[in-house]
């Protein structure tokens, strides 16, 4: 038997102990040993919930139970929960967590401790919730030189951006309608800033190539700025908006953004709608591979976190082998970053026309019946080029980069 620890009991930490309940005889046969939930950590008592027969408050009292062989985190942030996770870890009990704060900020500290104590640290839940990515990155892919990871990693915003073009109606309205339904926290800006989404494509980087990739250095813009103006743009091109987190090899250089993008019907991120999640990796030897499904959600991300403890649980006293050193991976500057722009200049295009061609060269204008506005799609350049032209017009509205 296999005894197992959770910390917190919000919505993941009662959905991974619903599922190894309810699931208890298929977990059991597929895990050639039976798994049980010793002990459940929480500030709160729950009366009249199940768990109240294994309800502990204080954390020393997992932490030095030696029966615990397995301790999931889903209490989420760094403090205290880095702390809890190092000190399980040190004392040799495996630990399987949700937490993509956690894993972005001390995954290769976390590793190399469980890789000294033989024992096994696993985040399969930190990124995309319930679509398996983690571990076909460290072993399906592993033959593989990954040239580029792209996804749409937020179900919030992807949710937003799907009704803004369905619907026609403004950020606003859409943003509070998702808080509406749950989808949308009260304090929405790690969402819609592209923070959530930052953190997950610093894990899929670092893992891809063995290196710390740190989410402070991957620049990040959200979707606040998007309008119903740019929406109808997108139609008019055949094309949706999607908040896009990637990562690229340029030889030995990798570049990496969290950015809304103008995706065409022939990506296959095209048709990834409301909140659903989708990850595109492309290999030297696979080519494109893509993983879709739902990237949030209690059971969705609680059913990653019982895998993980599932496969904890096969390799007790073993260390699952996982590259990322803490080494820092250096990535191109973002001035040097290159995509075409879809530009809009306030004004009429028979003023600007000539100052658009003048700093940018050749572009595709790009009409959507505003006759108060310029807009136009720009060739492949450089985040510094950009830069210089659009100070040298002025006028700018907005910009939505676009696939070089």
């Not at 679509?131 to 040239?147: F, V, W």
């Not at 949308?184 to 989404?197: I, R």
Request: aromatic content about 8%; overall charge negative; glycine content about 8%.
């Amino acid at each position: 038997m296999i005894n197992v620890s959770i910390l917190g009991y919000g919505t993941i930490g009662s959905g991974v102990f619903e599922i190894l309940n309810k699931n208890k005889q298929i977990i059991t046969k597929r895990n050639s040993g039976e798994i049980r939930v010793k002990s459940v950590l929480d500030l709160r008592d729950f009366p009249g919930d199940p768990v109240e027969d294994v309800l502990v408050h204080d954390f020393s009292e997992i932490e030095n139970d030696d029966e615990v062989q397995i301790v999931v985190e889903t209490m989420g942030g760094l403090h205290p929960a880095y702390d809890f996770v190092k000190a399980c870890l040190e004392k040799g009990k495996s630990v399987c967590t949700s937490n993509k704060a956690l894993v972005a900020a001390f995954g290769p500290e976390l590793l190399s401790i469980a890789e000294e104590k033989k024992c096994n640290f696993l985040f399969e839940a930190s990124v995309g919730g319930g679509i398996p990515i983690i571990r076909p990155l460290k072993t399906s892919l592993a033959p593989d030189e990954i040239l580029e990871i792209s996804g749409i990693l937020n179900g919030t915003t992807n949710y937003i951006l799907t009704e803004m073009t369905e619907k026609g109606a403004d950020f606003e309205t859409v943003l509070k309608d998702a808080q509406d339904k749950g989808y949308a926290e009260k304090d929405p800006s790690a969402d819609v800033e592209g923070h959530d989404t930052c953190r997950k494509i610093a894990i899929l980087t670092s893992l891809a190539y063995g290196s710390q990739v740190d989410f402070e250095d991957i620049y990040t813009e959200g979707i606040t700025k998007i309008t119903e103006r740019d929406i109808n743009y997108a139609k008019k091109l055949g094309a949706k908006i999607k908040i896009v987190g990637f990562s690229k090899r340029n030889k030995e250089r990798i570049s990496a953004m969290v950015v809304p993008k103008l995706i065409t019907s022939e990506h296959p991120l095209y048709s990834v709608d409301g909140v659903f999640n989708a990850i595109l990796v492309k290999g030297n030897m696979t080519g494109d591979v893509m993983f879709y499904g739902q990237g949030a959600g209690k059971h969705a991300t609680a059913s990653a976190v019982v895998s993980d403890i599932m496969e904890a649980s096969k390799h007790m006293g073993i260390n699952i082998k996982t590259i990322w050193e803490s080494d820092k991976l250096e990535l191109v500057p973002f001035e040097e970053s290159v995509s075409k722009f879809f530009v809009r200049f306030s004004g009429t295009s028979e003023e600007n026309t000539p100052k658009a061609v003048k700093a940018f060269g050749d572009v595709m204008p790009v009409e959507a019946g505003y006759n108060d506005e310029y807009a136009f799609i720009t060739k492949a350049i450089t985040e510094s080029a950009f830069k210089k032209a659009a100070k040298e017009v002025g006028n700018i509205i907005n910009k939505i980069r676009i696939d070089a």
